[in-house]
C-alpha cells in the first residue's frame, strides 16, 4: 500500500481546499490502495500561536495590503531560502518523528514553507525513500519560495504558471501542468445551466471571504437590483451572517443566505455569475464550474496572476469599488446577456474539474 504526506496550512484556504481535493481524490482512485494522511503541521505544532499567527496575517493582507505587497516582492527576489525556517524547531522535530512513523513514499506540499523545511531536514537531494512533489496553488504571479527549493515535482494549475518556473530554469521533466486539486464533485455531472432570461433568472452568487466590514453594503445595493437572484455566503462570521441577515430583512426582494458549507460546487454551478475576490481556489472553482467571474478585491502579490488572468481570458472583470461592481453585474447581464454569453463560452473551455483524479492517478505512478 502506498503511503501519501499531504501537507497544508490555514493561511489562505487556498491551500486547504487544494490539500481536500488531492486526499479525495486519492480516496476515489484508490480507496483501498493508499494510505493518505493529511496534516497541518503549524496547527498541530503550535495551537493557539498558529491561531493568532493567522488573525495576524489575514489582518495584514486585507487591512494593510500595500505592506503585505512589499513583503511578498522581497519573498521573490531571494535567491535562498535555506536556513530561513530553523525558528520552527519545534516543527520539523515534529515532522521528524511522523516522517520516521508513517515512512511516507511521496510528501505532498501544498504551502511553500515546507520544502524548505524537508530541505533543512533531508538535505537538498532529499532521501531516496521519500518522493517530494509541490503542488503551487497560485495562477501566474508564482513567488520564488514556491520553487527555489528541491523536489522530484512541481505540480501547476495552467502553462501561464508552469512557463514561470520554466523561466526560472527548473528542468521541464519536474513540470506537470494537471490544473488545480479543486473538489472532486466538479467532476461529476451537473445540471445544465441555462442561459440568463426573465424565465430561467439571472442568479448571482456574492462569496464574502474579504472586506467583510464593506460587504453588507455591498449585499444592500445587490439586493436593490429587481433583474438578479443573489445568493450571499457568510462563511463562519457570525456577526457578517447577523449584518446581511438584518438587511434581508428589511429589503423588499428577498435573497439567500449561506454559512459556511461543503455545496460551493453546487452552488457555482446553479449561479450565472459569482462576485469575490481573486483566491486561488476561488477562481480556479468558478472556472471548474463554468461561472463568469465579477473579482472585486485582490491580494497584492499571489492574487493578482489569479485576477490578470480572469480578465486576460475574457472571463470575467475586476471591480474594485461598489459603484464598478453594480455596473458590472448590470453589464453583463444587458442586450440580452451578451457579456455573459461571452464569458461563459470562454470560462467554459479553462477549467479542469478533473484536476484532482488526475493528480491523485500521477502520485499513485510515482
Known amino acids: 500500500m502506498k503511503k501519501i504526506l499531504i501537507l497544508t496550512a490555514r493561511f489562505g484556504e487556498g491551500h486547504n481546499s487544494a490539500a481536500r481535493g488531492i486526499r479525495d481524490g486519492l480516496r476515489k482512485i484508490s480507496p483501498d490502495g493508499a494510505h493518505v494522511e493529511l496534516h497541518d503541521l503549524f496547527a498541530e505544532t503550535y495551537g493557539f500561536g498558529n491561531d493568532w499567527a493567522r488573525v495576524l496575517y489575514m489582518g495584514m493582507i486585507n487591512r494593510l495590503p500595500r505592506v503585505w505587497g512589499v513583503i511578498y516582492r522581497w519573498l521573490d527576489r531571494q535567491e ?51 518522493k517530494r512533489v509541490v503542488v503551487i496553488t497560485d495562477s501566474i504571479s508564482v513567488n520564488a519560495i514556491w520553487y527555489r527549493c528541491s523536489a522530484d515535482y512541481f505540480l501547476l494549475p495552467n502553462e501561464e504558471s508552469a512557463q514561470v518556473l520554466r523561466d526560472a530554469g527548473i528542468p521541464p521533466e519536474k513540470i506537470k501542468t494537471f490544473g488545480f486539486p479543486v473538489s472532486t464533485v466538479f467532476a461529476q455531472p451537473g445540471e445544465i445551466r441555462l442561459p440568463p432570461s426573465d424565465q430561467t433568472g439571472r442568479r448571482v452568487l456574492y462569496i ?59 452552488l457555482l454551478r446553479a449561479n450565472h455569475l459569482v462576485i469575490s475576490k481573486a483566491g486561488g481556489a476561488t477562481v480556479q472553482e468558478a472556472m ?28 470575467g472583470t475586476i471591480a474594485r469599488t461598489h459603484d464598478e461592481v453594480i455596473a458590472a453585474v448590470q453589464e453583463v447581464f444587458a442586450n440580452d446577456a451578451a457579456q455573459w454569453r461571452e464569458w461563459s463560452t470562454n470560462i467554459s473551455q479553462l477549467g479542469r474539474p478533473t484536476a484532482s483524479l488526475e493528480i491523485a492517478k500521477f502520485l499513485l505512478s510515482i
Open 208 to 266: 464574502i471571504n474579504a472586506n467583510t466590514s464593506a460587504a453588507p453594503e455591498l449585499v444592500r445595493r445587490l439586493a436593490a437590483l429587481p433583474e438578479i437572484q443573489l445568493t450571499v455566503t457568510v462563511g463562519r462570521n457570525a456577526g457578517l451572517k447577523v449584518s446581511v441577515d438584518k438587511i434581508r430583512d428589511a429589503v423588499t426582494q428577498q435573497f439567500e443566505t449561506v454559512d459556511w458549507s461543503d455545496e460551493l460546487p453546487r
Open 80 to 130: 535562498k531560502f535555506a536556513g530561513d525556517f530553523r525558528v520552527f524547531f519545534s516543527l520539523k522535530n515534529y515532522l521528524r518523528r511522523m516522517l520516521a512513523r508513517l515512512q511516507p513514499d511521496v510528501i505532498v506540499s501544498v504551502y511553500p514553507a515546507y520544502p524548505h523545511m524537508l530541505d533543512e531536514l533531508l538535505g537538498w537531494e532529499g532521501s531516496p525513500q521519500h
Open 288 to 315: 471548474s464550474a463554468a461561472c463568469p467571474m465579477i473579482v472585486n478585491h485582490v491580494i497584492p502579490g499571489q492574487e493578482e496572476g489569479n485576477a490578470r488572468f480572469i480578465v486576460k481570458t475574457k472571463s
